[in-house]
């Protein structure tokens, strides 16, 4: 979706969520209607009605028509359809949200030069540091857990957390104090310890 699809699509947003400008739009779905009309069914003064279907115009769901002294308003149902499906279409709207991104920006605050500085208190973030450290450690390889330690300690000092930590959330298996990492497929969301 273009910038500027995207910016009437907000427009159409703001312009519905006024209780005044959605019952406009209810009462010209009906059959066109006079300012004089519409401001009778909703109790509003002319001004006010004029001043919301200004707004219904600049989004092109409205239109006037003129007999004689009168201006007729109808409601564009081809627009109003329109503005539907681009809402409904949620890849259009919605852009996907890059995971990189937000693993990329808490390494960042929580990793500096190849060093955790501290473990986050978020589950959520401690599983992107997890993720990281997990990922220095080959798959098919066992590792006693004094090798671990030693890969470990330049990393973090507190190496029993680490090791607790990466077998909690099933990115490491534990076996007579030999480690094995595991298929990123097979980790945990959250620890379960």
Same mark, same amino acid.
Request: aromatic share 8%; net charge neutral.
């Given at each position: ?36 009309? =519409? %401001?009778?069914?909703? *109790? #509003? ?7 919301? &279907?200004?707004?219904?115009? @600049? ?73 990281? =450290? %997990?990922?220095?450690? *080959? #798959? ?7 090798? &671990?330690?030693?890969?470990? @300690? ?40």
């Amino acid at each position: 979706m273009s910038e500027q699809d995207l910016t009437t699509l907000v427009q159409f947003f703001k312009a519905l969520a006024n209780e005044s400008r959605l019952k406009l739009v209810g009462a010209l779905a009906q059959q066109e209607r006079s300012v004089e009309e =519409l %401001a009778s069914i909703l *109790e #509003l003064k002319e001004p006010t009605v004029s001043h919301h &279907l200004s707004k219904l115009k @600049k989004l092109q769901l409205v239109h006037m028509r003129v007999e004689g002294n009168t201006h007729y308003y109808y409601l564009d149902l081809d627009a109003l359809q329109a503005m539907q499906k681009a809402t409904l279409t949620a890849t259009q709207v919605a852009q996907p949200v890059s995971e990189d991104i937000w693993e990329t920006k808490v390494l960042n605050s929580f990793v500096e030069n190849d060093v955790i500085k501290e473990i986050p208190a978020s589950r959520k973030k401690r599983r992107i540091i997890l993720k990281w =450290l %997990a990922q220095k450690f *080959e #798959l098919e390889r066992l590792y006693p857990e004094q090798e &671990l330690n030693q890969i470990i @300690k330049p990393i973090y000092p507190d190496t029993a957390t680490l090791r607790r930590e990466l077998v909690g959330y099933n990115m490491m298996q534990r076996e007579d104090s030999i480690y094995q990492r595991v298929l990123e497929t097979n980790w945990r969301m959250d620890s379960n310890y």
